[in-house]
């Protein structure tokens, strides 16, 4: 699929890996792509050949909504086979990562420790972890985002690192920063004069797409924000080894501890989804707080589903269900206009569709069946206070 | 040392969803897939032997590409590629076998004759 193969990035905070390791690594993304690229397309042919024509004669009408196309698809061989070696490329895909971290923790744990002086990193052993994200572990890796194995653990910030780039199958770029950098590029192309002086970034996980704000807007303070605390310690880590100075602090982004009017920049990157409905609401409040008068609030997600036929929204649907992403279908279908004005929010909602600015590798212009980071495009969600 | 010894879990927490009639078809497709994985890995190493061999003034992959097979060397490998299919299709063929294995056809019966023949 790609036209070159470039590897991650390395930087300091990555487990070294064996020969073999790295091998098995390599063989996950292949795996993914081979799906992508290989068996992904034969669900439309399944559905137009056999799965549809079983509905309708039945129905004598075509399928008109996701559940419709499930009964039908659920019980196709080729959805099937396609369903159950997609979760079996996202369970390998957490096992290759692991593998070098458990092998080498505790030089992970050390290096972490010793993170030289950049940005900073607050933690709060206190915060509580919201129900959604202890309910189930998200994406399935095992432990979530928060387990902690042991003092100042990193192991799941290190393996989330590793897996972000298998999972986007390098489509995010060397330093997993699609959604970031993709955002800047369409923020200084729409609002060429905003250079903001204090930036937030909500959820941050490992900071891989907060460092392009931190890059593009050098004299700007950046802060970012995560409940789980081995995100934290790696992500700082891994800043500090790319000498880009930013803010870590463990918050929840449904109420965070910064003033009211602090920030000229709040973001998000495929956070919502992975929250609840009382929680983003809160978050897109408390946004709308801690932005100053004219700041701009911007998530940055995969498309709603409005517009697309009820066959591609049951693929695109996949994860609900099968990668452990419960709040994932009602947050593709919620009225973000309705969000953001009863949040406070006046100015026009901001709901476009960004071009991707890694654009190295071809695309598969499809967000469907775990290929997000190959979609092409983002979605951005937002406004203006 | 921190994180000397730990092992990391295994399982993400949230039902695991299976897909086929019968889920061991699923099992068998993963484990099908980590052989795969694991195949492969070995194929790497055997790539990286090439390459560092070529690379050390070893020898080259062009070596091992025009190297000759003698009658031995093939009569060799094909015993072990019989091996091998035989290994691999062992369930078929077992299968096969037990058609006229029928003292066996009964398991429960043969249990209750062992534990029963005291009697």
């Known amino acids: 699929m790609s036209a070159t193969y470039k590897e991650q990035a390395r930087h300091g905070a990555l487990p070294e890996t064996t020969h073999d390791e790295l091998a098995r690594q390599h063989f996950v993304r292949s795996f993914k792509e081979y799906l992508v690229g290989a068996i992904h397309p034969g669900l439309e042919t399944a559905y137009e050949k056999r799965a549809k024509p079983t509905f309708e004669a039945e129905h004598q009408r075509e399928p008109e909504t996701m559940q419709e196309v499930g009964t039908v698809m659920k019980q196709d061989s080729h959805y099937q086979a396609w369903s159950s070696l997609l979760r079996t490329s996202q369970e390998m895909m957490w096992s290759s990562a692991q593998i070098p971290v458990e092998r080498t923790l505790p030089s992970l744990v050390g290096n972490a420790r010793n993170t030289p002086p950049c940005g900073s990193l607050t933690l709060d052993p206190k915060l509580m972890t919201p129900a959604y994200h202890t309910a189930v572990d998200i994406h399935c890796q095992p432990g979530g985002y928060h387990t902690e194995y042991t003092e100042d653990d990193v192991a799941q910030g290190a393996i989330y690192d590793r897996a972000v780039y298998l999972y986007a199958m390098g489509q995010m770029g060397v330093n997993n920063a699609d959604m970031g950098d993709s955002t800047v590029a369409w923020l200084q192309s729409e609002y060429p004069d905003f250079v903001p002086e204090k930036i937030l970034d909500m959820g941050c996980a490992v900071g891989h797409s907060t460092l392009p704000y931190a890059s593009s807007f050098p004299d700007a303070e950046v802060h970012a924000i995560d409940v789980a605390a081995p995100m934290l310690r790696h992500a700082h880590a891994r800043a500090s080894a790319m000498q880009l100075p930013v803010h870590f602090s463990q918050q929840n982004a449904e109420s965070t501890h910064y003033a009211d009017n602090s920030f000229d920049l709040v973001v998000s990157h495929i956070l919502l989804h992975e929250t609840s409905s009382a929680a983003i609401k809160n978050i897109i409040g408390e946004c709308y707080r801690v932005l100053k008068p004219g700041g701009l609030m911007l998530h940055v997600e995969t498309p709603p589903y409005e517009g697309m036929s009820p066959f591609e929204t049951f693929l695109f649907d996949w994860d609900s269900e099968n990668n452990n992403e419960p709040f994932w279908r009602k947050s593709h279908q919620l009225d973000l206009d309705a969000l953001a004005s009863n949040a406070g929010f006046e100015k026009p909602i901001i709901k476009v569709m960004a071009p991707s600015a890694f654009q190295e590798t071809q695309r598969s212009m499809t967000f469907q069946g775990g290929d997000f980071g190959g979609g092409g495009v983002w979605f951005i969600y937002g406004c203006q206070k | ?119």
């Open chain 2, 1 to 119: 040392m921190s994180g000397e010894g730990v092992t990391l879990k295994r399982r993400a927490k949230g039902k695991r969803p299976f897909y086929f009639s019968d889920p061991d078809v699923d099992r068998l497709l993963s484990m099908i897939m980590a052989l795969a994985g694991e195949l492969s890995v070995t194929r790497d190493r055997l790539d990286t032997l090439e390459r560092v061999a070529q690379e050390k003034g070893l020898f080259s992959q062009v070596d091992i590409e025009t190297f000759a097979l003698d009658e031995e060397a093939l009569s060799d490998r094909s015993a072990r590629h019989q091996t091998l299919f035989k290994e691999v299709t062992r369930i078929i063929s077992a299968e096969l076998e037990g058609l006229d294995d029928t003292d066996a056809s009964d398991y429960s019966a043969v249990v209750a004759q062992v534990e029963n023949d005291d009697a």
